[in-house]
Each structure stands twice: as structure tokens, then as C-alpha cells.
């Protein structure tokens, strides 16, 4: 049984709401960065990178301090509002491929704790910590955990009918993208959606582990305060058949001192390999690898598919345990830094052309994990590798605000 609740949100002028949102801060280059910042005097990206300073070589209190001043400014010339009453919104992204819909809500920091909310991924207690304080100090998130939900016809056909009306928001941002939001105040249909989500038994973290888990640290260091807000953290609610889900591919720098015959013929124990040479080769299909390696491509059948737990037949657990570990030497997915990850929306090229023009020597694709080996691994209590997983939608910073 799952609780949900609107909020009073904070969101964009509606005049501006295409100038004011922005993609996540990481996603900029240097250049790009500097010239949101230079051209855009309405960019939520000023309020990450308040009066354009090295926040670097700033201490991280000062920092989150000075995102809040930035924040509260905005809130004063009216560039963000604040919402009358709580209320949920629905919002639809539309890339080039696929379109993407959702419900943004408050979800249960009890039903995060009690597992009613699911987790597949660890998390770095300095990560968690620091997100933790930045929360605390900056007083709000513009970044929802991605939440996704089993298969529901009766929500997807009120979804359906709800697009038909006039949105709050319908814009088209720099990349293509359109993004079309409708708020929900009707008090009837907040109660309906409540209901809805009670029937559910679980929800799935998709992507969001450290920001969940610093909603829950948060939680606990703040709760004598009384402020209500703590007792929930933002969400994009999607239904699980909506998600699209990347891989991550590893690209590694050396072959721990083997040949490529020697590592070739290592490889032959697990796996059958069929040069594919030229042939741009990714694979379609689960227990299969692709592997570029001296201006060549491989494909790869794992031999024996036979395996004991969901965990162990995970293909990016298979790489590690026959190829990274074992041959080339990686014990430490997450620290090593002989191993880079590559994530699967973009081409293979990417991983052709790092190979070949940089440092790196063999590059390995994988076939992108299921949505029911995701619920299945968090249904019993299995963490993935790191960098298992990219998926899409991704939310657009500065569209939605949660005060705590």
C-alpha cells in the first residue's frame, strides 16, 4: 500500500518557464554552461552556480548557502511561484523516440523505510551525506526520484483523458524536447490518485538512490523540527512499461599486461567468439557481449546460462565475474580508474572512437537489463553492480520545486 500527496510546489512564471529550466547542471559542458550564464539571465542554472563563481574552491556550506540567497531572489521577482494549495501534476516529455508520462508527487519517507518503496542500487555514504546537507541548507530539491509502478489501466486511461486538456506549461526546450505539464488541485481527483496508489503494493526506485536515501537521513536528523515537508521527498511516478532502459557500457584502458591473443584465448573458456570485424556489433539479446578490441569487433555467447539467483545472471554481474575480475584484474567497479562507463543512448561509435583516438584498449556492450530482473533483484533485497542501468525519462531542473 503506497501514499502519496500533492504539495504546494514551486514552479516557473508561466511566461518563463522555458527560459527558466534548464537539463541537469552535469549534462552542460564548459562551454555551454558559460553561455546559459552569460545569455540567460532567467536560467535555473544560476541558482546552481549562484553569480557565476568557482564553486569549486568554495567550501560546500557556503556554496548551498549561497543557492538558497539565489533561490529566495527569484522567489522575490516572481521568476518561481509559489502554489496556493498542495496538488499533484502530471507531466509528459516528448523526445525524437519515445514519449514519456508521469506523475509528479510527495512519497512516503515510512513506505522508503518500511520497503514499500524498493531498491536495487547501493549507495556511497558520502554521497548521501553530502546531498544530505545541501538539502538541509539549500531548503529545497528540484530533482524527483524516479519511480516506476506495475501496469495500470485505469491510471493510464485517466492519463490519457487528463492530456486532453488545456496544460499549465507546453514548451519546447533547446534540445528538442517538448515538455507539457497539467496541475491537479481538483480535490476529487487528488483523493482518486491517492486511492490508486494505495492499491499498490510496491514501487520501484528507478534512478535516485542517494537522493532518496538523503531525503531518509534528512528525515531523521530534522524530525524534531515538526516540519511535515521532511516526512516526504519529490517523485516522478511512471508506470514500469513507460521506462527505457540503457545500459551501461565499460570501456578499459589496458588488458592487465596479456596480449591480445593471450586475452582473446582467456575468453574462450566462457564464452564463444566470432570476430565480427568491421561490423558495428552490439547485442540483442541476454548472455551476449559485444567487445571492440584492435580495430575489431567480437561478439561473445556466454557458454554455460545456468545460474542460482537473479544477481548471478545479471549480465553486467557475468562480465565482472568471467572477464573483469578474473582476467583483466578490476575489483573495484565504482573506484578503479582503469574503467570507464559509457551509457547506452549514445552509439557505439563513442566507444569505437574513445579506443581508437585515446588511451583505452578494449571495450566491452552489454545487453540492457529487464524491468522484471530490476524488481526481481529489489524484491529480494540484491544490489546491482554499479553502472548497471541508464534510464530514461530525465527530469528537467527548475520545472518543479519541493521546499523542505
Known amino acids: 500500500m503506497a501514499k502519496i500527496v500533492p ?31 552569460d545569455y540567460n539571465p532567467f536560467s ?28 529566495g531572489e527569484y522567489k522575490d521577482e516572481q521568476i518561481l511561484k509559489k502554489e496556493a494549495t498542495p496538488v499533484f501534476y502530471l507531466y509528459e ?12 508527487a510527495g512519497t512516503s519517507i515510512d513506505d522508503y523505510k518500511n520497503n514499500v518503496i524498493k531498491k536495487h542500487e547501493d549507495t556511497l555514504p558520502y554521497r548521501v551525506e553530502y546531498f544530505k546537507d545541501y538539502l538541509h541548507l539549500t531548503g529545497f ?3 524527483p526520484v524516479l519511480i516506476t509502478y506495475p501496469e495500470n489501466p485505469e491510471l493510464e486511461q485517466w492519463i490519457a483523458v487528463k492530456k486532453q486538456k488545456r496544460p499549465l506549461y507546453l514548451f519546447t526546450s533547446l534540445n528538442r524536447e517538448k515538455h507539457v505539464l497539467w496541475r491537479i488541485k481538483d480535490e476529487g481527483e487528488i483523493k482518486w490518485l491517492q486511492k490508486q496508489f494505495e492499491n499498490i503494493e510496491s514501487l520501484y ?14 528525515y ?45 584465448n582467456a575468453l574462450a573458456k566462457d564464452f564463444i567468439v566470432e570476430n565480427k570485424a568491421q561490423e558495428l556489433w552490439k547485442p540483442e539479446e541476454k548472455f551476449s557481449f559485444g ?13 554455460d546460462t545456468k545460474f542460482d539467483s537473479v544477481l548471478e545472471a545479471l549480465d553486467a554481474q557475468i562480465l565482472y565475474e568471467k572477464v573483469l575480475h578474473p582476467l583483466l584484474g578490476i575489483t573495484d567497479l565504482r573506484n578503479d580508474t582503469r574503467i570507464e562507463y559509457i551509457p547506452g543512448s549514445r552509439p557505439i561509435t563513442t ?47 527548475g520545472l518543479v520545486m519541493y521546499e523542505i
Request: aromatic letters at 12%; charged letters at 25%.
Open 205 to 218: 526506485i528507478a534512478d535516485g538512490h542517494h537522493r532518496s536515501a538523503s531525503a531518509e537521513m534528512l
Open 351 to 397: 566507444i569505437k572512437q574513445m579506443i581508437d583516438e585515446t588511451e583505452f584498449e578494449v571495450g566491452f556492450m552489454l545487453f540492457p537489463a529487464s524491468i522484471n530482473e530490476i524488481k526481481d533483484l529489489a524484491d529480494n533485497n540484491l544490489i546491482m553492480p554499479p553502472k548497471s542501468t541508464y534510464i530514461e525519462p530525465k527530469f528537467r531542473s
Open 291 to 303: 567487445m571492440y578490441l584492435d580495430g575489431e569487433f567480437y561478439a561473445l555467447k556466454l557458454k
Open 93 to 104: 516529455i516528448q523526445s525524437k523516440n519515445r514519449t514519456y508520462t508521469g506523475i509528479i
Open 220 to 264: 531523521e536528523q530534522d524530525k524534531a523540527s515538526g516540519n511535515e515537508n521532511l516526512n516526504y521527498f519529490m517523485s516522478f511516478l511512471i508506470s514500469e512499461n513507460d521506462l527505457k532502459i540503457y545500459e551501461y557500457n565499460r570501456i578499459i584502458h589496458d588488458l592487465n599486461g596479456l596480449t591480445k591473443n593471450q586475452f582473446i
Open 44 to 71: 535555473f542554472l544560476h541558482i546552481l552556480k549562484p553569480a557565476y563563481m568557482n564553486m569549486q574552491k568554495i567550501a560546500a556550506p557556503v556554496r548551498f548557502k549561497s543557492v538558497n540567497t539565489k533561490y
Open 141 to 143: 530539491n528540484t530533482e
Open 7 to 37: 504539495f504546494k510546489a514551486v514552479r516557473p512564471a508561466r511566461d518563463k518557464v522555458s527560459l527558466v529550466t534548464s537539463r541537469s547542471y552535469d549534462e552542460y559542458s564548459p562551454a555551454e554552461l558559460a553561455s546559459q550564464l
